[in-house]
């Protein structure tokens, strides 16, 4: 069977973006069909308008469908990609799943692979509270948890985060070295799901 995969982002200035799709380019190499979709915005149009970058990055993503709780009763796996805000997701995030009340009700999130990724200015910004945030999610869903642990020398490369790729993120292009931690994440996911299928 193959594996329906939903990555879920949320990017203001553009870095969550770049890892949801190198995460998308390695799930569909792995087999998967997947979908990628931005959370909708809640902030103000007249605050991103007054940032550059930002409204930068709502231009580009114009054409990235929004997530909808539809999409997560399709997948057979979630990959959550969210900035850290104050060591937790970023709240259009937060609101997104605000949203799946009735699914999770229902039993639609169990038993479906998760795992996540994030990005903050800095490497101590709340990175791995922002990941454990979004994990604890998931185990209120019943989902099952894929993080990357140890399994790859790429993590290790990558700053040896084992509960998922976290970008540094200032601006710049992600680096080969996140790269490859965000596609051993996305594989892995597909393989672990597709054993939860079979």
Known sequence: M?????????????????MAQTAADAAREAGAEVRVLKVAETAPQAVIDTQDAWKAQQERSAEVPTATPDDMEWADAYLFSAPTRFGSPASQVRSFIDTLGGLWGAGKLANKGFSAMTSAQNP??????????????????GSIIVAPGYTDPAIFA?????????????????????????????????????????
């Open 124 to 141: 101590n910004g709340g990175q791995e509270t922002t990941l454990q945030a979004l994990y604890v999610t998931a185990q209120h869903w």
């Open 158 to 198: 990558s700053g040896g985060n084992p509960y998922g790729a976290s970008v540094t993120a200032g601006g710049q292009p992600l680096n080969e070295e996140d790269k490859a931690t965000i596609r051993h994440q996305a594989r892995r996911l597909v393989e672990i799901t597709a054993k939860l299928i079979a």
């Open 2 to 18: 193959t594996v329906k995969l939903a990555i879920i982002y949320y990017s203001t200035y553009g870095t969550n973006h770049q």
